[in-house]
């Protein structure tokens, strides 16, 4: 069952900030994400590939799906010819598999770089030398297929609201960063996803532009 006024205080915060919603649907049934599309939702965030593909056959072929969970590179064939946005690339190892298979596939594949900004070891990312890195090798011609479209990080979880806000600081300034190094030559690079259910408000007040919401919305899992 939806919160429908919840889904919308959300969607006009995000509004009011210049921000996309994400509606993160993983563990929810197709009857919910149906009814939110309904109210006009046609951005959904999945975490895994298995449940994005059995759920994205039942669903609207208008809805733009973004896988925000950790990817494996097994997984890759999958999910390319239906994801819209990937946003958890956080190994160029990952890349490199993104790009070979959208080459076989034919496809150019819309990413987000995955930043490592939490203190917690279970979360996955990159650094800024290894962005930096990445980017370059873009400029060589490394990743035709790819589009480095921007960041995404999580905030640690935690009840101490001082470091989220560092931490999503950290990642607004090397977004910043990258946007004054590289505009021209990434003219695709515009999205900084950062904010969940507990610190999307704190996140948009820091700059995000894509916050991705799911228990608020959905209710808890």
């Known amino acids: 069952m939806i919160k429908v006024e919840a889904y919308q205080q959300v969607l006009k915060q995000c509004r009011n900030a210049g921000a996309v919603l994400v509606a993160v649907s993983k563990t929810k049934p ?6 939110l599309y309904e109210l006009g939702q046609k951005i959904f965030g999945e975490n895994k590939v298995q449940e994005l593909l059995e759920k994205q056959p039942l669903l609207p072929k208008e809805i733009q ?7 494996q590179t097994n997984k890759v064939k999958q999910v390319l010819p239906f994801v819209s946005l990937i946003h958890s690339v956080d190994s ?4 490199v598999e993104i790009e070979n298979e959208a080459k076989k596939q034919d496809l150019q594949i819309n990413i987000l770089l995955q930043v490592k900004i939490a203190e917690e070891d279970t979360k996955f990312g990159l650094n800024a030398n290894d962005i ?9 011609g490394h990743y035709p297929h790819v589009n480095m479209c921007g960041l995404m990080g999580m905030a640690t979880l935690t009840d101490d609201e001082s470091q989220v806000e ?11 960063n990258i946007l004054e190094k590289y505009s021209m030559q990434f003219p ?3 999205t900084l996803s950062m904010g969940m259910s507990g610190d999307y408000q704190l ?11 799911g228990s608020l919305i959905f209710g808890e899992r």
């Open 65 to 71: 799906w973004h896988l925000i969970g950790h990817l």
């Open 188 to 190: 695709s690079f515009k």
């Open 92 to 95: 160029e190892k990952l890349l």
């Open 166 to 176: 560092n931490e999503f600081n950290l990642l607004k300034s090397l977004y910043d």
């Open 203 to 213: 996140a948009l007040s820091r700059g995000s532009n894509m916050v991705r919401v």
């Open 30 to 35: 197709v009857e919910d994400i149906l009814a």
């Open 132 to 140: 930096s890195i990445i980017l370059n090798k873009a400029l060589s």
